[in-house]
Protein backbone atom coordinates (compact mmCIF):
# COMPACT_ATOMS: atom_id res chain seq x y z
CA UNK A 1 0.00 0.00 0.00
CA UNK A 2 0.72 3.42 -0.75
CA UNK A 3 2.42 5.14 2.59
CA UNK A 4 4.46 7.99 3.55
CA UNK A 5 8.53 7.20 5.01
CA UNK A 6 8.47 8.24 7.97
CA UNK A 7 5.86 5.85 10.47
CA UNK A 8 3.54 4.73 8.25
CA UNK A 9 3.30 0.99 9.56
CA UNK A 10 0.19 -1.90 8.18
CA UNK A 11 -1.97 -3.16 11.18
CA UNK A 12 0.07 -6.23 11.39
CA UNK A 13 2.68 -4.10 12.84
CA UNK A 14 0.81 -1.66 14.69
CA UNK A 15 0.61 -1.77 18.66
CA UNK A 16 -0.80 1.70 19.45
CA UNK A 17 -1.77 1.11 22.92
CA UNK A 18 1.72 1.56 24.09
CA UNK A 19 2.95 4.30 21.14
CA UNK A 20 3.75 7.37 22.85
CA UNK A 21 3.64 6.89 26.83
CA UNK A 22 7.17 5.40 27.62
CA UNK A 23 9.29 7.75 28.27
CA UNK A 24 7.32 10.60 28.55
CA UNK A 25 8.29 12.75 31.58
CA UNK A 26 6.96 12.64 34.81
CA UNK A 27 4.68 16.22 35.06
CA UNK A 28 1.58 17.13 36.79
CA UNK A 29 -0.96 15.22 34.67
CA UNK A 30 -2.90 12.36 36.28
CA UNK A 31 -2.11 9.30 34.43
CA UNK A 32 -4.76 7.28 33.37
CA UNK A 33 -4.56 3.29 34.51
CA UNK A 34 -7.44 2.10 33.50
CA UNK A 35 -7.71 3.67 30.32
CA UNK A 36 -9.65 1.54 27.51
CA UNK A 37 -7.34 -0.05 25.75
CA UNK A 38 -7.21 0.38 21.56
CA UNK A 39 -9.19 -2.48 20.62
CA UNK A 40 -7.46 -1.78 17.20
CA UNK A 41 -8.81 -2.14 13.84
CA UNK A 42 -10.99 -4.84 13.00
CA UNK A 43 -10.27 -7.57 10.70
CA UNK A 44 -9.52 -6.90 7.27
CA UNK A 45 -12.49 -8.03 4.84
CA UNK A 46 -12.27 -8.01 1.29
CA UNK A 47 -14.58 -6.68 -1.09
CA UNK A 48 -16.51 -7.94 -3.33
CA UNK A 49 -14.37 -6.04 -6.54
CA UNK A 50 -11.22 -7.92 -4.83
CA UNK A 51 -12.84 -11.07 -5.22
CA UNK A 52 -14.99 -10.90 -8.26
CA UNK A 53 -13.16 -9.82 -11.01
CA UNK A 54 -16.42 -8.81 -13.21
CA UNK A 55 -17.46 -6.68 -10.32
CA UNK A 56 -14.27 -5.30 -10.53
CA UNK A 57 -14.96 -4.63 -14.30
CA UNK A 58 -18.05 -3.56 -13.55
CA UNK A 59 -16.98 -0.63 -10.74
CA UNK A 60 -14.69 0.37 -13.25
CA UNK A 61 -17.06 0.94 -16.31
CA UNK A 62 -19.54 3.33 -13.51
CA UNK A 63 -16.22 5.38 -12.66
CA UNK A 64 -15.41 5.84 -16.25
CA UNK A 65 -18.95 6.58 -17.04
CA UNK A 66 -18.99 8.92 -14.35
CA UNK A 67 -16.32 10.70 -15.63
CA UNK A 68 -17.28 10.75 -19.00
CA UNK A 69 -20.77 12.24 -18.02
CA UNK A 70 -19.08 15.16 -16.11
CA UNK A 71 -17.72 15.89 -19.67
CA UNK A 72 -21.22 16.12 -21.24
CA UNK A 73 -22.68 17.93 -17.75
CA UNK A 74 -19.75 20.46 -19.03
CA UNK A 75 -20.88 20.41 -22.73
CA UNK A 76 -24.53 21.01 -21.70
CA UNK A 77 -23.70 23.85 -19.37
CA UNK A 78 -22.09 25.53 -22.39
CA UNK A 79 -24.55 24.65 -24.62
CA UNK A 80 -27.83 25.53 -22.06
CA UNK A 81 -25.80 29.13 -21.97
CA UNK A 82 -26.21 29.56 -25.29
CA UNK A 83 -29.35 27.97 -25.94
CA UNK A 84 -31.25 29.72 -23.07
CA UNK A 85 -30.04 33.03 -23.05
CA UNK A 86 -31.21 35.84 -20.50
CA UNK A 87 -33.88 38.12 -22.27
CA UNK A 88 -33.95 41.27 -20.68
CA UNK A 89 -37.14 42.21 -19.38
CA UNK A 90 -38.07 39.00 -19.34
CA UNK A 91 -37.76 37.20 -15.87
CA UNK A 92 -38.70 33.87 -17.18
CA UNK A 93 -35.80 33.66 -18.97
CA UNK A 94 -33.66 33.87 -16.44
CA UNK A 95 -35.32 30.81 -14.57
CA UNK A 96 -34.49 28.61 -17.52
CA UNK A 97 -30.99 29.92 -18.09
CA UNK A 98 -29.82 29.54 -14.31
CA UNK A 99 -31.72 26.07 -14.35
CA UNK A 100 -30.06 24.57 -17.24
CA UNK A 101 -26.68 25.82 -16.42
CA UNK A 102 -26.72 24.89 -12.86
CA UNK A 103 -28.14 21.43 -13.95
CA UNK A 104 -25.19 20.54 -16.33
CA UNK A 105 -22.78 22.08 -13.83
CA UNK A 106 -24.26 20.14 -11.40
CA UNK A 107 -23.49 17.01 -13.26
CA UNK A 108 -19.73 18.02 -14.09
CA UNK A 109 -19.19 18.54 -10.46
CA UNK A 110 -21.31 16.14 -9.25
CA UNK A 111 -20.19 13.33 -11.92
CA UNK A 112 -16.11 13.97 -11.12
CA UNK A 113 -16.93 13.54 -7.67
CA UNK A 114 -18.96 10.56 -7.21
CA UNK A 115 -16.70 8.84 -9.39
CA UNK A 116 -13.65 10.07 -7.57
CA UNK A 117 -15.06 8.60 -4.72
CA UNK A 118 -16.33 5.46 -5.94
CA UNK A 119 -13.04 4.73 -7.49
CA UNK A 120 -11.25 5.06 -4.55
CA UNK A 121 -13.77 2.85 -2.40
CA UNK A 122 -14.20 0.26 -4.66
CA UNK A 123 -11.16 -0.07 -6.40
CA UNK A 124 -8.24 1.50 -5.22
CA UNK A 125 -6.06 -0.74 -2.26
CA UNK A 126 -7.79 -0.76 0.91
CA UNK A 127 -5.52 -1.87 3.57
CA UNK A 128 -5.73 -0.34 6.73
CA UNK A 129 -2.41 1.25 8.08
CA UNK A 130 -1.06 4.13 10.32
CA UNK A 131 0.43 7.01 9.69
CA UNK A 132 1.86 7.91 12.92
CA UNK A 133 2.61 11.89 13.55
CA UNK A 134 6.16 13.43 13.66
CA UNK A 135 7.22 13.81 17.30
CA UNK A 136 7.10 17.77 17.71
CA UNK A 137 11.10 18.06 19.15
CA UNK A 138 13.57 17.81 16.77
CA UNK A 139 16.69 15.75 17.25
CA UNK A 140 19.38 17.43 19.64
CA UNK A 141 21.53 17.38 16.62
CA UNK A 142 18.75 19.37 14.39
CA UNK A 143 19.14 21.90 17.27
CA UNK A 144 22.62 22.73 18.14
CA UNK A 145 22.54 23.38 14.17
CA UNK A 146 19.52 25.46 13.98
CA UNK A 147 21.23 27.96 17.03
CA UNK A 148 24.82 28.24 15.04
CA UNK A 149 22.98 28.78 11.76
CA UNK A 150 21.78 31.95 14.18
CA UNK A 151 25.25 32.59 15.32
CA UNK A 152 26.76 32.34 11.95
CA UNK A 153 24.30 34.66 10.39
CA UNK A 154 24.33 37.68 13.28
CA UNK A 155 28.46 37.66 12.86
CA UNK A 156 28.27 37.59 8.95
CA UNK A 157 25.51 40.34 8.82
CA UNK A 158 26.75 42.34 11.71
CA UNK A 159 23.10 42.97 13.08
CA UNK A 160 24.33 42.62 16.89
CA UNK A 161 27.30 44.85 16.24
CA UNK A 162 26.42 47.47 14.18
CA UNK A 163 23.58 48.54 16.16
CA UNK A 164 22.70 51.63 14.13
CA UNK A 165 21.97 50.24 11.55
CA UNK A 166 19.69 47.45 13.57
CA UNK A 167 17.93 50.22 15.28
CA UNK A 168 17.23 52.64 11.89
CA UNK A 169 16.20 49.66 10.19
CA UNK A 170 13.99 48.82 13.29
CA UNK A 171 12.67 52.50 12.89
CA UNK A 172 11.41 52.18 9.65
CA UNK A 173 9.73 48.84 9.73
CA UNK A 174 7.75 50.67 12.71
CA UNK A 175 7.06 54.58 10.43
CA UNK A 176 6.58 52.50 7.04
CA UNK A 177 2.18 51.27 8.18
CA UNK A 178 1.86 54.64 9.43
CA UNK A 179 0.69 56.54 6.16
CA UNK A 180 -1.84 53.39 6.12
CA UNK A 181 -3.44 54.54 9.55
CA UNK A 182 -3.52 57.70 8.57
CA UNK A 183 -5.38 57.18 5.31
CA UNK A 184 -7.70 54.60 6.72
CA UNK A 185 -8.41 57.59 9.69
CA UNK A 186 -9.58 59.57 6.72
CA UNK A 187 -12.72 57.22 5.76
CA UNK A 188 -13.86 57.97 8.73
CA UNK A 189 -16.04 60.78 9.89
CA UNK A 190 -13.58 63.89 10.29
CA UNK A 191 -15.11 67.10 11.01
CA UNK A 192 -17.77 66.42 13.48
CA UNK A 193 -18.48 64.14 16.44
CA UNK A 194 -19.72 61.10 15.18
CA UNK A 195 -21.77 60.86 19.12
CA UNK A 196 -23.56 64.71 17.64
CA UNK A 197 -24.29 63.21 14.36
CA UNK A 198 -25.89 60.14 15.86
CA UNK A 199 -27.97 62.26 18.44
CA UNK A 200 -29.19 64.93 16.46
CA UNK A 201 -31.56 64.38 12.90
CA UNK A 202 -33.11 66.58 10.38
CA UNK A 203 -36.22 67.43 12.13
CA UNK A 204 -35.85 71.15 13.53
CA UNK A 205 -38.50 73.38 14.73
CA UNK A 206 -41.24 74.15 12.51
CA UNK A 207 -40.52 71.26 9.65
CA UNK A 208 -43.91 69.99 7.93
CA UNK A 209 -44.04 66.56 8.52
CA UNK A 210 -44.53 64.78 4.79
CA UNK A 211 -45.23 61.48 3.43
CA UNK A 212 -42.70 58.89 2.60
CA UNK A 213 -41.95 58.85 -0.28
CA UNK A 214 -43.39 61.73 -2.30
CA UNK A 215 -42.51 64.19 0.32
CA UNK A 216 -46.03 65.56 0.74
CA UNK A 217 -46.85 67.58 3.61
CA UNK A 218 -49.59 66.24 5.65
CA UNK A 219 -52.67 68.43 7.35
CA UNK A 220 -53.30 67.32 10.93
CA UNK A 221 -56.98 66.65 9.20
CA UNK A 222 -55.99 64.24 6.49
CA UNK A 223 -54.93 61.88 9.53
CA UNK A 224 -58.15 60.34 10.26
CA UNK A 225 -58.78 57.91 13.49
CA UNK A 226 -56.94 54.38 13.01
CA UNK A 227 -54.49 56.08 10.32
CA UNK A 228 -50.98 55.65 10.29
CA UNK A 229 -48.54 57.45 8.23
CA UNK A 230 -45.05 56.89 7.47
CA UNK A 231 -43.25 60.15 7.59
CA UNK A 232 -39.94 61.88 6.27
CA UNK A 233 -39.24 65.37 7.11
CA UNK A 234 -40.62 67.64 4.62
CA UNK A 235 -37.35 67.96 1.90
CA UNK A 236 -35.83 64.97 2.83
CA UNK A 237 -36.49 63.73 -0.91
CA UNK A 238 -34.67 66.83 -2.75
CA UNK A 239 -31.21 66.01 -0.20
CA UNK A 240 -28.64 65.71 -3.28
CA UNK A 241 -26.30 63.47 -0.86
CA UNK A 242 -26.92 61.93 2.13
CA UNK A 243 -31.02 61.16 1.68
CA UNK A 244 -30.85 57.49 2.58
CA UNK A 245 -28.57 58.29 5.70
CA UNK A 246 -30.97 61.17 6.63
CA UNK A 247 -34.02 59.08 6.29
CA UNK A 248 -31.83 56.49 8.07
CA UNK A 249 -32.54 58.93 11.15
CA UNK A 250 -35.14 60.99 10.68
CA UNK A 251 -38.03 58.11 9.47
CA UNK A 252 -41.37 58.92 11.81
CA UNK A 253 -44.35 57.01 11.96
CA UNK A 254 -47.77 58.83 13.01
CA UNK A 255 -50.46 57.26 13.78
CA UNK A 256 -53.92 58.71 15.37
CA UNK A 257 -55.97 57.33 18.39
CA UNK A 258 -58.58 58.20 20.45
CA UNK A 259 -57.35 61.04 22.59
CA UNK A 260 -58.56 59.59 25.68
CA UNK A 261 -56.61 56.21 24.73
CA UNK A 262 -53.64 58.14 25.00
CA UNK A 263 -51.93 58.13 28.81
CA UNK A 264 -49.80 60.88 28.33
CA UNK A 265 -46.91 62.15 30.86
CA UNK A 266 -47.91 65.65 32.17
CA UNK A 267 -44.48 67.13 30.41
CA UNK A 268 -45.55 65.46 27.41
CA UNK A 269 -49.28 66.60 27.02
CA UNK A 270 -48.26 69.39 24.07
CA UNK A 271 -46.56 66.96 22.01
CA UNK A 272 -49.21 65.35 20.42
CA UNK A 273 -52.10 67.12 18.65
CA UNK A 274 -55.88 66.01 19.27
CA UNK A 275 -54.56 62.16 19.17
CA UNK A 276 -51.93 62.28 16.63
CA UNK A 277 -48.74 61.33 17.45
CA UNK A 278 -45.24 60.87 15.89
CA UNK A 279 -42.52 58.28 17.04
CA UNK A 280 -39.08 57.13 15.58
CA UNK A 281 -39.61 54.61 13.48
CA UNK A 282 -35.62 52.63 13.81
CA UNK A 283 -35.96 50.53 16.89
CA UNK A 284 -34.01 51.24 19.85
CA UNK A 285 -32.75 47.73 20.06
CA UNK A 286 -30.63 47.49 16.54
CA UNK A 287 -32.61 49.78 14.86
CA UNK A 288 -34.95 48.17 12.28
CA UNK A 289 -37.83 50.15 11.15
CA UNK A 290 -40.38 49.19 13.74
CA UNK A 291 -43.84 49.76 11.46
CA UNK A 292 -46.17 46.91 12.40
CA UNK A 293 -49.02 49.23 14.05
CA UNK A 294 -51.78 47.27 15.28
CA UNK A 295 -54.61 50.02 15.22
CA UNK A 296 -56.95 48.05 17.76
CA UNK A 297 -54.65 47.45 20.57
CA UNK A 298 -51.68 50.34 19.70
CA UNK A 299 -49.05 47.86 20.08
CA UNK A 300 -46.21 48.33 17.81
CA UNK A 301 -43.89 45.40 16.75
CA UNK A 302 -40.62 45.61 15.74
CA UNK A 303 -40.23 42.50 12.79
CA UNK A 304 -36.62 41.85 13.89
CA UNK A 305 -36.97 40.99 16.85
CA UNK A 306 -40.17 40.98 18.29
CA UNK A 307 -39.72 44.30 20.53
CA UNK A 308 -43.08 45.57 21.25
CA UNK A 309 -43.95 49.12 22.07
CA UNK A 310 -47.08 50.53 23.82
CA UNK A 311 -48.03 53.75 21.46
CA UNK A 312 -50.56 54.78 24.09
CA UNK A 313 -47.76 54.81 26.86
CA UNK A 314 -45.23 57.13 24.79
CA UNK A 315 -44.29 53.31 23.45
CA UNK A 316 -42.91 52.09 26.22
CA UNK A 317 -41.54 48.03 25.90
CA UNK A 318 -43.89 45.90 26.60
CA UNK A 319 -41.94 42.90 25.12
CA UNK A 320 -38.87 42.04 23.92
CA UNK A 321 -35.27 43.15 23.59
CA UNK A 322 -35.57 46.78 23.28
CA UNK A 323 -34.22 48.65 26.38
CA UNK A 324 -35.68 52.25 25.81
CA UNK A 325 -39.25 53.32 24.51
CA UNK A 326 -39.03 54.76 20.92
CA UNK A 327 -37.52 58.62 21.16
CA UNK A 328 -41.06 60.78 20.61
CA UNK A 329 -41.25 63.24 17.78
CA UNK A 330 -43.16 66.54 19.29
CA UNK A 331 -45.68 68.29 16.76
CA UNK A 332 -47.86 71.27 16.61
CA UNK A 333 -49.70 72.42 14.02
CA UNK A 334 -48.58 75.88 11.68
CA UNK A 335 -51.70 78.58 10.62
CA UNK A 336 -52.14 76.40 7.45
CA UNK A 337 -53.13 73.44 9.68
CA UNK A 338 -50.18 71.52 8.41
CA UNK A 339 -48.59 69.33 10.81
CA UNK A 340 -44.77 70.51 11.90
CA UNK A 341 -41.89 69.23 14.52
CA UNK A 342 -41.60 71.67 17.65
CA UNK A 343 -38.39 70.59 17.78
CA UNK A 344 -35.56 67.73 16.69
CA UNK A 345 -36.45 64.29 18.68
CA UNK A 346 -34.87 65.00 22.39
CA UNK A 347 -32.90 62.06 22.39
CA UNK A 348 -31.19 60.17 20.46
CA UNK A 349 -32.90 58.22 18.15
CA UNK A 350 -32.37 54.62 17.26
CA UNK A 351 -29.90 51.91 18.88
CA UNK A 352 -27.32 52.15 21.91
CA UNK A 353 -23.87 53.53 20.91
CA UNK A 354 -20.95 54.41 22.76
CA UNK A 355 -21.93 57.44 24.62
CA UNK A 356 -25.62 56.01 25.06
CA UNK A 357 -26.51 52.95 26.78
CA UNK B 1 -113.07 37.56 -26.44
CA UNK B 2 -113.97 35.28 -28.83
CA UNK B 3 -116.08 33.24 -26.75
CA UNK B 4 -118.65 35.91 -27.22
CA UNK B 5 -118.71 35.74 -30.63
CA UNK B 6 -118.27 32.07 -30.94
CA UNK B 7 -120.61 30.86 -33.97
CA UNK B 8 -122.47 28.23 -31.77
CA UNK B 9 -124.56 30.71 -29.48
CA UNK B 10 -124.75 33.51 -31.88
CA UNK B 11 -128.48 34.65 -31.24
CA UNK B 12 -128.65 33.82 -27.62
CA UNK B 13 -126.52 37.13 -27.21
CA UNK B 14 -127.34 39.90 -28.02
CA UNK B 15 -125.04 43.42 -28.19
CA UNK B 16 -126.65 44.68 -25.03
CA UNK B 17 -126.00 41.95 -23.05
CA UNK B 18 -122.29 40.64 -22.01
CA UNK B 19 -121.21 37.81 -20.24
CA UNK B 20 -120.12 38.83 -16.12
CA UNK B 21 -116.45 38.52 -17.27
CA UNK B 22 -116.44 40.69 -19.67
CA UNK B 23 -116.45 43.47 -16.90
CA UNK B 24 -113.91 41.46 -15.30
CA UNK B 25 -111.68 41.23 -18.77
CA UNK B 26 -112.10 44.62 -19.28
CA UNK B 27 -110.71 45.87 -15.75
CA UNK B 28 -107.65 43.63 -16.15
CA UNK B 29 -107.00 45.58 -19.45
CA UNK B 30 -107.49 48.47 -18.17
CA UNK B 31 -105.39 47.61 -15.08
CA UNK B 32 -102.69 46.55 -17.76
CA UNK B 33 -102.30 49.06 -20.06
CA UNK B 34 -102.09 51.87 -17.05
CA UNK B 35 -99.68 49.93 -15.31
CA UNK B 36 -97.54 49.72 -18.70
CA UNK B 37 -97.74 53.29 -19.12
CA UNK B 38 -96.69 53.84 -15.66
CA UNK B 39 -93.76 51.91 -16.14
CA UNK B 40 -92.74 53.11 -19.48
CA UNK B 41 -93.21 56.83 -18.23
CA UNK B 42 -91.43 55.68 -14.81
CA UNK B 43 -88.28 54.83 -16.58
CA UNK B 44 -87.43 58.83 -17.09
CA UNK B 45 -87.44 59.38 -13.65
CA UNK B 46 -85.04 56.81 -12.88
CA UNK B 47 -83.90 58.25 -9.58
CA UNK B 48 -87.02 57.81 -7.80
CA UNK B 49 -87.14 54.69 -8.53
CA UNK B 50 -83.55 53.69 -7.53
CA UNK B 51 -84.04 55.28 -4.33
CA UNK B 52 -87.27 53.17 -4.07
CA UNK B 53 -85.31 49.92 -4.65
CA UNK B 54 -82.43 51.01 -2.08
CA UNK B 55 -84.85 51.70 0.50
CA UNK B 56 -85.95 48.57 0.01
CA UNK B 57 -82.49 46.87 -0.12
CA UNK B 58 -81.72 49.18 2.81
CA UNK B 59 -84.84 47.48 4.69
CA UNK B 60 -83.79 43.63 3.70
CA UNK B 61 -80.69 44.56 4.97
CA UNK B 62 -81.90 45.60 7.89
CA UNK B 63 -83.69 42.37 8.50
CA UNK B 64 -80.49 40.52 7.67
CA UNK B 65 -78.67 42.41 10.38
CA UNK B 66 -80.70 41.76 12.97
CA UNK B 67 -80.88 38.21 11.97
CA UNK B 68 -76.89 37.69 11.53
CA UNK B 69 -74.76 40.45 13.03
CA UNK B 70 -76.81 42.23 16.03
CA UNK B 71 -75.82 39.72 18.53
CA UNK B 72 -72.63 41.62 18.79
CA UNK B 73 -73.01 44.77 17.23
CA UNK B 74 -76.30 45.90 18.50
CA UNK B 75 -79.61 46.06 17.10
CA UNK B 76 -78.74 49.59 15.94
CA UNK B 77 -75.15 48.51 15.36
CA UNK B 78 -74.16 50.57 17.91
CA UNK B 79 -71.41 48.00 18.59
CA UNK B 80 -71.36 46.35 22.04
CA UNK B 81 -69.19 44.87 24.56
CA UNK B 82 -68.47 41.79 21.88
CA UNK B 83 -68.09 43.80 18.48
CA UNK B 84 -67.32 47.32 17.72
CA UNK B 85 -69.98 50.01 16.64
CA UNK B 86 -70.33 49.69 12.73
CA UNK B 87 -72.09 53.06 12.62
CA UNK B 88 -69.84 54.95 9.81
CA UNK B 89 -67.12 52.23 8.98
CA UNK B 90 -69.88 52.38 5.32
CA UNK B 91 -69.70 49.98 2.82
CA UNK B 92 -66.64 49.34 2.09
CA UNK B 93 -66.10 47.59 5.51
CA UNK B 94 -69.14 45.48 5.37
CA UNK B 95 -68.43 44.39 1.58
CA UNK B 96 -64.61 43.75 2.83
CA UNK B 97 -65.50 41.89 6.31
CA UNK B 98 -68.50 39.76 4.62
CA UNK B 99 -67.68 39.01 1.48
CA UNK B 100 -64.46 37.63 2.56
CA UNK B 101 -66.09 35.57 5.38
CA UNK B 102 -64.45 37.17 8.02
CA UNK B 103 -67.95 38.12 8.88
CA UNK B 104 -70.20 37.24 10.67
CA UNK B 105 -67.36 35.60 12.61
CA UNK B 106 -67.41 31.86 13.46
CA UNK B 107 -65.25 32.08 17.63
CA UNK B 108 -63.94 34.34 19.38
CA UNK B 109 -60.20 34.07 18.62
CA UNK B 110 -56.82 36.70 18.46
CA UNK B 111 -58.87 38.06 15.39
CA UNK B 112 -61.27 37.39 13.00
CA UNK B 113 -60.35 34.43 9.77
CA UNK B 114 -61.12 33.97 6.12
CA UNK B 115 -63.33 31.65 5.68
CA UNK B 116 -66.32 30.39 2.98
CA UNK B 117 -68.70 33.48 2.46
CA UNK B 118 -71.60 33.12 4.56
CA UNK B 119 -74.31 35.51 1.98
CA UNK B 120 -74.85 36.16 -1.10
CA UNK B 121 -73.96 38.60 -3.34
CA UNK B 122 -77.61 40.92 -3.27
CA UNK B 123 -77.33 39.92 0.58
CA UNK B 124 -74.11 41.77 0.42
CA UNK B 125 -75.10 44.45 -0.84
CA UNK B 126 -78.01 45.05 1.45
CA UNK B 127 -76.04 44.26 4.62
CA UNK B 128 -73.34 46.99 2.65
CA UNK B 129 -76.65 49.03 1.94
CA UNK B 130 -78.36 49.13 5.63
CA UNK B 131 -74.82 50.24 7.09
CA UNK B 132 -73.62 52.68 4.67
CA UNK B 133 -77.05 54.34 5.35
CA UNK B 134 -76.38 54.79 9.52
CA UNK B 135 -73.86 57.27 8.52
CA UNK B 136 -71.22 58.03 5.82
CA UNK B 137 -68.36 56.37 5.24
CA UNK B 138 -66.38 54.96 2.57
CA UNK B 139 -68.32 53.30 -0.35
CA UNK B 140 -67.43 50.40 -2.33
CA UNK B 141 -64.24 51.35 -4.99
CA UNK B 142 -64.99 52.10 -8.12
CA UNK B 143 -64.58 49.66 -10.85
CA UNK B 144 -61.74 52.11 -12.71
CA UNK B 145 -59.32 51.97 -9.82
CA UNK B 146 -59.18 47.87 -9.48
CA UNK B 147 -58.39 47.14 -13.25
CA UNK B 148 -54.92 46.00 -12.37
CA UNK B 149 -53.51 48.46 -14.72
CA UNK B 150 -51.85 51.24 -13.02
CA UNK B 151 -47.96 51.64 -12.16
CA UNK B 152 -46.95 48.60 -10.80
CA UNK B 153 -43.27 50.06 -9.91
CA UNK B 154 -44.63 52.62 -7.98
CA UNK B 155 -47.05 50.49 -6.37
CA UNK B 156 -43.95 48.20 -5.34
CA UNK B 157 -42.44 51.49 -3.85
CA UNK B 158 -45.70 52.32 -1.75
CA UNK B 159 -45.97 48.81 -1.24
CA UNK B 160 -42.56 48.32 0.90
CA UNK B 161 -43.22 52.02 2.35
CA UNK B 162 -46.55 50.94 3.71
CA UNK B 163 -47.20 47.23 3.58
CA UNK B 164 -44.66 45.18 3.32
CA UNK B 165 -43.77 45.23 7.23
CA UNK B 166 -46.41 42.92 8.30
CA UNK B 167 -47.82 41.94 5.10
CA UNK B 168 -44.46 40.41 3.51
CA UNK B 169 -42.46 42.42 0.25
CA UNK B 170 -44.05 39.30 -2.23
CA UNK B 171 -47.78 40.02 -0.15
CA UNK B 172 -46.98 36.03 1.92
CA UNK B 173 -48.71 37.43 4.94
CA UNK B 174 -46.55 37.70 8.56
CA UNK B 175 -47.06 37.22 12.42
CA UNK B 176 -47.95 40.03 14.30
CA UNK B 177 -48.33 40.32 18.65
CA UNK B 178 -50.41 37.79 20.43
CA UNK B 179 -51.67 35.07 17.77
CA UNK B 180 -52.96 38.13 15.19
CA UNK B 181 -51.36 38.29 12.08
CA UNK B 182 -51.37 40.20 8.22
CA UNK B 183 -53.18 37.67 5.84
CA UNK B 184 -51.50 36.18 2.66
CA UNK B 185 -52.72 38.99 0.12
CA UNK B 186 -52.54 36.20 -2.86
CA UNK B 187 -56.12 35.53 -4.43
CA UNK B 188 -57.28 38.75 -2.81
CA UNK B 189 -60.05 40.42 -5.32
CA UNK B 190 -58.93 43.69 -5.94
CA UNK B 191 -62.11 45.23 -4.73
CA UNK B 192 -61.02 43.45 -0.91
CA UNK B 193 -57.86 44.86 -1.08
CA UNK B 194 -58.56 48.36 -1.73
CA UNK B 195 -61.40 48.27 0.99
CA UNK B 196 -59.48 47.31 3.31
CA UNK B 197 -56.63 50.14 2.62
CA UNK B 198 -59.67 52.42 3.13
CA UNK B 199 -61.30 50.81 6.26
CA UNK B 200 -58.49 49.30 8.19
CA UNK B 201 -59.88 46.18 9.21
CA UNK B 202 -59.14 44.82 12.46
CA UNK B 203 -55.09 45.34 13.46
CA UNK B 204 -54.84 47.11 9.97
CA UNK B 205 -54.49 50.74 10.12
CA UNK B 206 -56.20 52.78 7.99
CA UNK B 207 -54.65 54.40 4.61
CA UNK B 208 -57.23 57.54 3.76
CA UNK B 209 -57.13 58.74 0.28
CA UNK B 210 -54.62 61.50 1.67
CA UNK B 211 -52.45 59.60 2.66
CA UNK B 212 -52.49 56.99 -0.23
CA UNK B 213 -54.41 58.50 -3.41
CA UNK B 214 -56.80 56.36 -4.98
CA UNK B 215 -54.45 56.43 -8.13
CA UNK B 216 -51.36 55.01 -5.94
CA UNK B 217 -54.07 52.13 -4.53
CA UNK B 218 -54.82 51.25 -7.90
CA UNK B 219 -50.89 51.01 -8.59
CA UNK B 220 -50.40 48.99 -5.25
CA UNK B 221 -53.21 46.42 -6.43
CA UNK B 222 -51.34 46.39 -9.73
CA UNK B 223 -48.49 45.36 -7.94
CA UNK B 224 -50.04 43.24 -6.36
CA UNK B 225 -51.61 41.34 -9.21
CA UNK B 226 -48.23 41.52 -11.18
CA UNK B 227 -46.94 39.72 -8.46
CA UNK B 228 -49.63 37.19 -8.87
CA UNK B 229 -49.15 36.62 -12.43
CA UNK B 230 -45.24 36.75 -12.50
CA UNK B 231 -43.43 33.32 -12.47
CA UNK B 232 -40.85 33.79 -9.73
CA UNK B 233 -37.43 34.42 -11.82
CA UNK B 234 -35.41 32.46 -8.88
CA UNK B 235 -37.65 29.29 -9.00
CA UNK B 236 -39.47 27.67 -6.29
CA UNK B 237 -40.51 30.64 -4.36
CA UNK B 238 -41.41 28.34 -1.57
CA UNK B 239 -44.29 30.50 -0.26
CA UNK B 240 -42.44 33.87 -0.04
CA UNK B 241 -41.71 33.65 3.56
CA UNK B 242 -37.94 34.11 3.07
CA UNK B 243 -35.73 33.24 5.62
CA UNK B 244 -38.14 31.03 7.20
CA UNK B 245 -39.10 28.40 4.57
CA UNK B 246 -35.84 28.44 3.00
CA UNK B 247 -33.54 28.19 5.73
CA UNK B 248 -36.29 24.92 6.70
CA UNK B 249 -35.37 23.62 2.81
CA UNK B 250 -31.75 24.36 3.10
CA UNK B 251 -31.74 22.31 6.65
CA UNK B 252 -33.65 19.18 5.57
CA UNK B 253 -32.46 19.28 2.18
CA UNK B 254 -28.93 20.90 1.78
CA UNK B 255 -27.60 19.45 4.98
CA UNK B 256 -30.03 15.97 4.74
CA UNK B 257 -28.02 15.49 1.48
CA UNK B 258 -24.49 16.40 2.85
CA UNK B 259 -24.89 13.96 5.34
CA UNK B 260 -25.90 11.55 3.38
CA UNK B 261 -22.79 12.07 0.70
CA UNK B 262 -20.70 12.02 3.81
CA UNK B 263 -22.26 8.77 5.13
CA UNK B 264 -21.68 7.00 1.78
CA UNK B 265 -18.35 8.53 1.45
CA UNK B 266 -16.95 6.94 4.81
CA UNK B 267 -18.60 3.66 4.59
CA UNK B 268 -16.88 0.78 3.47
CA UNK B 269 -17.23 -0.34 0.36
CA UNK B 270 -18.93 -4.00 0.30
Known amino acids: MAKDDNSGKDLTAADSSTVGHEGAPAGTAVVVRDAVANPGFPPHRPRVTDLDPSAERQAERTVYTLFYLSIVGSVFAIVAYMVFPIIPEDPGSVRLNNLFIGLGLTLALMAIGIGAVHWGKALMFDHEGIDERHPVRGTDETRTRAVEIFHEANVESGIGRRSLIRNSLIGALIAFPLPAVVLFRGLGPMDTNPSALLSHTMWKAGTRLAIDPTGTPIKASDVTLGSAFHVIPEGLQDLEHGKLEEKGKAAVLLMRLKPEDLNELPERKGWSYDGIVAYSKICTHVGCPVALYEQQTHNLLCPCHQSQFDVTNHCEVIFGPAKRPLPQLPIAVDSEGYLIAQSDFTEPVGPSFWERH | ?270
Not at chain 2, 63 to 76: D, Q, Y
Not at chain 2, 92 to 119: H, I, L, Y
Not at chain 2, 156 to 169: K, T, Y
Open chain 2, 1 to 270: MTTFNTPKQPRGRKAGRRSPLASVALIAIGLLFTGGAYAAFSTSTASAETNATSQQTVGEGQKLFAANCATCHGLAAQGSGSGPSLIGVGAAAVDFQVGTGRMPMQMNGPQAQKKKVQFTEEQIASLAAYVASLAPGPGKPDASLLDAEGNAANGAELFRINCAMCHNVAGAGGALTAGKYAPNLKGVTEAHIYEAMVTGPQSMPVFNDMNISPESKRDIITYLKYLEKTPSPGGLALGSLGPVSEGLFLWIFGLGSIVALTVWITAKSN
